[in-house]
Nanobody, 120 residues
Framework: QVQLVESGGGLVQAGGPLRLSCAAS????????MGWYRQAPGKKRELVAD???????NYADSVKGRFTISRDNARNTVYLQMNSLTPEDTAVYYC??????????????WGQGTQVTVSS
């Protein structure tokens, strides 16, 4: 009943920018936090950045100063602006949300993933 739909992945040259978007839809009472994780081949899924409903943000050390997460609460959408990309940023990026579809119940949701490939 809740879907996270990602867009914006693709192929980019090192040093270039890319912007990811993720929109949550369905039965949503409130969203506690939204964010982005990534998983490179042979590696564990890791947090990239997240943002709470109050606007507090959290970033992985590896992306601080290069990536910016933002959120449009009215559209239930989260964005990830990625600048100065390096080949090490190549991964499948997953949108994540912790939200309430009912006032008394929080659940975790994941998007289907979008590939980001950075060429050297």
């Amino acid at each position: 009943q809740v879907q996270l739909v990602e867009s914006g992945g693709g192929l980019v040259q090192a040093g270039g920018p890319l912007r990811l978007s993720c929109a949550a839809s369905g039965t949503i009472f409130s969203i506690n936090a939204m964010g982005w994780y990534r998983q490179a081949p042979g590696k564990k899924r890791e947090l990239v950045a997240d943002v709470t409903s109050g606007g507090s943000t959290n970033y992985a050390d590896s992306v601080k100063g290069r990536f910016t997460i933002s959120r449009d609460n009215a559209r239930n959408t989260v964005y990830l602006q990625m600048n100065s990309l390096t080949p090490e940023d190549t991964a499948v990026y997953y949108c994540h949300a912790n939200l309430r579809s009912r006032p008394w119940s929080s659940s975790e949701y994941w998007g289907q993933g979008t590939q980001v490939t950075v060429s050297s």
